[in-house]
């Protein structure tokens, strides 16, 4: 057991292991390097690099303008996902992906993941392979480089800021849309690794707790983990809010019509799925552990019943049968989620957080 130790010692005391995922190509590397080590000046570095339109646009005399169409100042499409959501997403890389090697270690510490060394052997190797191939490195920068491709047409409008037949701030914009759906393409696919690396662990020998403190059958790390996604979550609340109200103002949009009401279920459903989806790894097991621990005390039943020769008359005074009743509604009880009711309630707090946005809206502004 030795090598796994060590995978744990790694995972435990070095947050640019493995396991932080942030390894694959030397951009995504550099900038995970970078969120990880350096979680606030990454973050501040990331929304200063949007507001390097921001300089480029007052110099030009753009930046508020009322004889454009759209000054940057009144942009919130560009403050939106070049200043907030790239922020967004390297908190994200910081506080998810630095927390993942840790996480693993804890849930070895606490006796839940029981994976053999060769168990550890084949999820290094598949890790790697994930990280490394070559279709997964190169699409981060197909998307970046379609939406760099995209952007060539908007940057084309006339009375706008960003209309590069007039203004040197729109050859920015492509720039810009390259980082950031390079970004969240490949913290998307890190996501999803990390909910195969669990399943791949939690297909292993494991030991769910049912009376564990945590609530979660000692699981309770990898709700923590979550967790660490509700400030990120609530930037890209804002983003959706926003983005609604600029729709609205700007373009004439109904606040509440198809198309906003489409931008705010995908925050709620795609939010929904970067919480959820490493913990549905672990479901299973946790349903498969209360199924045992529901036998168990259906077998015990049955020891006694047989003792007693079927005659369980008595039994409201039989101590090992109201011992077996309580073990029983404790069990039915049991959590088949590694997360608890308040953890439950603080993520829907968060997903609801674009209507109180835009409630102040209608209040204080519309």
């Keep these: 057991m030795k090598e796994v130790a060590n995978d744990v010692s790694l995972a435990g005391s070095r947050q640019l292991g493995l396991f932080s995922l942030v390894h694959g190509d030397r951009l995504g590397t550099a900038l995970g390097y970078f969120a990880i080590n350096s979680p606030v000046a990454a973050a501040i570095t990331a929304a200063v690099s949007g507001l390097s339109a921001a300089l480029v646009t007052f110099l030009e005399g753009n930046f508020s303008n009322p004889e454009l169409s759209l000054d940057l100042a009144h942009d919130i499409g560009w403050w939106n996902q070049f200043v907030f959501a790239m922020a967004a997403l390297v908190y994200i890389t910081s506080a998810y992906f630095g927390a993942f090697p840790r996480t693993l270690s804890k849930l070895v510490d606490s006796g839940v993941i029981q994976a053999s060394e060769q168990d550890w052997k084949k999820v290094r190797r598949f890790t790697k392979a994930k990280i490394s191939s070559p279709s997964i490195v190169a699409l981060p920068y197909v998307c970046g480089g379609a939406s760099a491709l995209l952007s060539y047409y908007v940057i084309h409008a006339p009375g706008a800021w960003f209309d590069v037949s007039s203004a040197y701030a729109g050859w920015l914009v492509p720039i810009h849309s390259f980082m950031l759906y390079y970004l969240l393409t490949f913290l998307a696919l890190r996501l999803y690794f990390a909910y195969l690396i ?25 709700s923590s983990l979550s967790a660490n996604l509700y400030l990120g979550m609530l930037m890209f609340g804002f983003i959706a809010a926003t983005g609604m109200i600029s729709n609205a103002e700007n373009y004439g949009v109904e606040l509440w019509g198809i198309f906003n009401l489409a931008l705010l279920s995908s925050y709620a459903c795609i939010t929904s799925i970067a919480f959820f989806l490493p913990l549905y790894a672990t479901s299973a097991r946790m349903r498969e552990a209360q199924e045992s621990f529901l036998e168990s005390i259906s077998q015990r039943y049955r020891e006694i019943q047989n003792k007693s020769g079927n005659d369980l008359a008595g039994k409201g005074s039989n101590e090992d049968i109201l011992a077996l009743d309580s073990l029983r509604a404790t069990a039915r009880a049991m959590q088949v989620w590694p997360f608890n009711y308040a953890a439950l309630l603080k993520f829907l707090g ?4 674009p209507l109180l946005v835009i409630v102040a809206y209608l209040l204080f502004v519309a």
């Design 350 to 353: 968060v997903v609801s957080s």
């Design 198 to 222: 669990l399943q791949m662990l939690f297909s292993y020998k494991v030991n769910i707790q049912p009376f564990h403190t945590d609530g979660c059958g000692g699981l309770g790390s990898l």
